[in-house]
């Protein structure tokens, strides 16, 4: 069982970008601690980022294929992509919706999302732990 | 370290209530897997459920004192009660919003809360591991 | 049979709360009809009031596990409780929402109900009279 | 004294039209309850159905002048035409509003009326019953 | 030239409808005051009355056909129907739009107006002098 | 197999009414040329026009009836009438909703319809060969 | 007996500002017309411009003291200030708000008016022969 | 003649709570407050807290019996009872709502008051003073 | 130590204008209780009207170069003068906005302040004695 | 002369992704059937499909440039894309959307197009046909 | 050829007021850079100020009269004014709206302004840099 | 010091697209005129355009790495990409927002920006001059 951990727009930066905002954890860190999980658990992890939403469309409509899990973070495009949610829906194994901040304290932008209703669950506000919990449920689902 | 688990109205109904929705895990199957996890993690952990919001209140009061942290599921009080979120406010431990089910999939009221932007975490969707994800989290940091 | 009849906030003060809006019948008298339609139909009549929302959670909780029919008049609490909505709709029994006053000519937050669509039918603006409407239909039922 | 029991559009066709909405009662079976309740209630009872909303306004006008009680499914009108909503404000006996489905579980541009607030009642939800309901209200008011 | 005086629904009942709102004047004096007033500008005028709309936009097709200027007060369809402003917009004459009361300190469905941005005039609350405005308008254009 | 086209208010003015919006095509060439398309797909057609509310109900009544397609413009209608949305939806056949103008270009009120969600199919915009492609469409179905 | 017609800001500028909009007619040809008006009434009549709020405001005041009747048009004021409203709601005369232009017809913020509803009556879109009917209609009163 | 001082939820850590937002006066400052006022104008002062919406119902219940004032900070129920409201437009003496921080200043949730449009005064952001200027005014009223 | 007392649009008309809103009391006995209040309190108070904004903008200028505190009344600039929000936050004393009448039991449009959020403090709806609380408040403060 | 057919995000799935919503016709189907009709019609036809923005707006570039007709299903884009659009308007030939859904009857985010006021006409719910439709009326106009 | 520079309420203590808004730059400073900018692209300017809306009309008048090319920050009056946007609409020359801060930043009333849809251009948050970069421009034009 | 001067989709047509909006100047005009002015600045500057949200991130990042200053018109984006701007976000020089045409006098759509409020300043409506300006002011920032 492999499980596709999705990372959008901006994510690449991680530690770079606004650490009042996302922390001082890195992108590295972050592959780390899911492929740390993952072992724990027994499962594949592939971790990949990207800042084009045809590239994150093509790695969902994979994951439709291969019916495969997957943990995504969709960062700026959760609020504007439907695209990605029509990509996301035709995934048959669990979604799990995930953001590094507490996305419920900032812009009222990011109050909404296109992911959320299509997702099976959401885990925001926990850094990089909150990849953790998503592949720990994933793995147990 | 001691860990309150909070839960609101209607949730001693657990397994009882609506199981298409909330699943048929039973509100002791939920004590129980807090017990679980917390022991793997070391700390104590204390699960309640009230009916009362005056209740709910003093409990969030007793947690702002006792610096404890809190993991709490408002129930339907999170979409409605201001005073449980002035009572959270105080609490100076970390605060973990949990709801069994994917809110954000089902009635539109259900969307808002007063409680998310001044929680540290939310997680949703995950039935009564959502639980244990808090916990893992509250333990960790 | 029993119907349950649970009344809600300051409906206690019937007859002595404003009577331009809500007549002039006391609570007594709420009480009196409810029992005169029910021994008419043939079926027992329990009737309540509590200004506690636990309590009323409570009795719809029981109502639930006894499978009875319930006529609320949840008063204040339609626009605003959901915990109480929640509660209503374990009622596996039928379940009549009934207002003294017809809510739709007050102020525009009294337009909007918690209850309305979880309820099985609706009775506005009939006085007592709408409780024994209500009872009516469901002892039919 | 007589009541008018006035029925709007597409209800000549109850019984026919969506079953799984408006119930198995036909039209007829709805004409022969109001008479029956009116009957044992010692009122006479008029009950007509029309698809022109001139018709209907008529009719309104009608028990204007001659000081009728009124018992009035406006049907989809009841959200949509100001021009029943002004003929019926001309009535001066007692104006109660029926609608056979429970309209608040319904499409939101069903929860809004025009009736309601120059409406003594309303009573929703009830099938056929709401008329006996509303009759047996207009004739003991 | 002929100026069309065409009135909407509940207009026939003036004096007899809510004289508190519509004053005493009776539909019969208002149609001697907009034949008094066409007299003294030397113009002919025919007023009519209808509660179908049906018959409405067929005097208003009409009126595009003879070129006539309109004096229309259309009452509640004013709020509600696009129909009439279909019919009104293919006037070519002078429309001018007429209310006896002031629907600006009335209901908020009735300050919007389906044919106001159709219209070259606007007269409200004058009562049926309003309509003596209007002609003299009509005729001076 | 007959398929019924049904035209709402002001459609019988076509080539006379506005016509740089509606075009130069008059209603005798909706005419013909739903006739001509019907023709060539060897199914029955019978285009009607009217401008009363409760004709177009009992149309669609009797196109429910018989289990006829149907091809409807209700113009006006579609975005104020909820008496033919509920009479559309009893239709069993085909239901396509036609406009000949671009509605999604003109005032924001033509932008939505009571009619849509109960079509099977919408065009808008292709003047009179809209018409043309829903015929193929429901002869085709 | 005076009438005050009182003019609000740019309207000193009638026939040099956008005559597209309010058409060739002077202030000077505003002011003749009223007075030839009120002449024909055996009136007196004041016609007065300004473009300061404070010196409305203050002829306003003078108005209620006088107890005159009153003919405002407010122009931008109209949708703006409240100031104006509670001086204009001090007149006990007849008030009668004009506008040379059909608002209804222009940008959405000239749709509402905060003068209208403690108006008697509004008369828009009549150019200089506005203020002749309102200056009839203040006369007959 | 005796004022009832009567306090919402959370109140009761007057001090411990948020001292940036309601300063660092204790609960028992704010009682003293009051009683030293009441002294000085020679009324009895009854100063209460309470996190139970029950019991606050209860305590205006009493205020209606008795014909006292009511000096009322509903505290988060402010903005979210309508239960609340409902009791306390039963209290027939005057009723001052009081808030210690400046809402308006506070998230949008602060800015709209179920109580304010039933009180005779409103005083918000003067601390414990506030409190001292309701009873002064409600002494002197 | 100065007070300035600051009165918009229409107060210089107290006791004149709408007795059933405003009261008896005169703008005389409004200045007479200030200084009352003033003097017994052993601070200088100044008060001001004014139906100019641009006056109200610069005593607040003047306020702001002396570092005076401010009780304003700004009456209908509240709802509509960003300019005056403007002056006003630019004050460094204390700055308590009053209304004399409860305005949020008023129209809409009063029940929001351009100033309550740049202001400490708001009283309302305590007539005259609103000021005396005011200016007690800033004189302690 | 070329018909261009321009297909969006997540069509190249067609057949296998949710075939309950879109039908079990493959995207093979769908270019098929294009070329049928473009072929019986004599007009070239090319049919391409994309999950990039940027190669979207690339081939409106293109179609702007030769004057190609454009027959256009931008799926998701339809409702979030403005650089779609502005690509869109700039192509001089007839621009027909189509969608294989009824979009009406679906999630309301999928109600607003950015592409319909800028398109000559609009297809929906007629599944491949749809774009056979839309084929017949360029080739014609 | 002479520009005119028009600034509105509380611009003229600019430097004085909130210094970590407008920054501390004078508005002596803000005169010479406009000089100074003016000088250097051959034209005249006049640089003017006011707290009276009546005064910024006559201006604007003035410059229509006079065929000027105005530049105008006016201030809080953007956000308000209507009677500005008229007096600015009749402006023939080319019309630069400036902001020194961003408003865009600022509260959500400051976003939307009267005078942007009738101005050739608008500049924010370049401070007086953006009164040099607007004279350049209409310089140019 | 270099200055990035990034363009979004659809301005590589600069000159071909839509004149009436935006203009003659071709892009090339464009790119030779920011040349220029830098030249005369003494900075460097390098003008992009892309029609990929993900080449525009990917360039934002470069910048927020090198510290550049940023001229940004992100065109349609900039009504609808949340990942602009949290790239815009992450440039620690000044961003400078451009737009040819004057957004606000467009579509509604165009009237909001996602980068307005992270932006330091905004200019609207000059044309290519709007480059000109804001180059210069972040030469001389």
């Keep these: 069982m492999t499980v596709l951990v999705l990372n959008g727009p901006n994510l ?35 971790v990949r980022q990207t800042d084009s939403e045809a590239e994150m469309i093509g790695w969902l409509h994979g994951a439709a294929d291969d019916g495969s899990d997957v943990v995504i973070n969709a960062a700026a495009w ?3 992509s439907v695209a990605i949610r029509d990509a996301a829906s035709q995934v048959t194994g669990t979604l799990v919706e995930v953001h590094l901040s507490n996305v419920h304290a900032r ?31 994933v793995a147990r689902a």
């Design 12 to 46: 690449g930066r991680l530690g770079v970008r606004e650490p009042d905002v996302y922390g001082t954890a890195t992108y590295a860190d972050l592959v780390a601690r899911c492929e740390q999980v993952a072992g724990e658990r027994g499962v594949d992890v592939e």
């Design 78 to 80: 959760t609020h504007t």
């Design 107 to 137: 812009e009222a932008f990011r109050h909404t999302s296109y992911l959320s209703d299509v997702a099976t669950a959401v885990v925001v506000g926990m850094g990089i732990e909150g990849y953790a919990a998503a592949i720990r449920f």
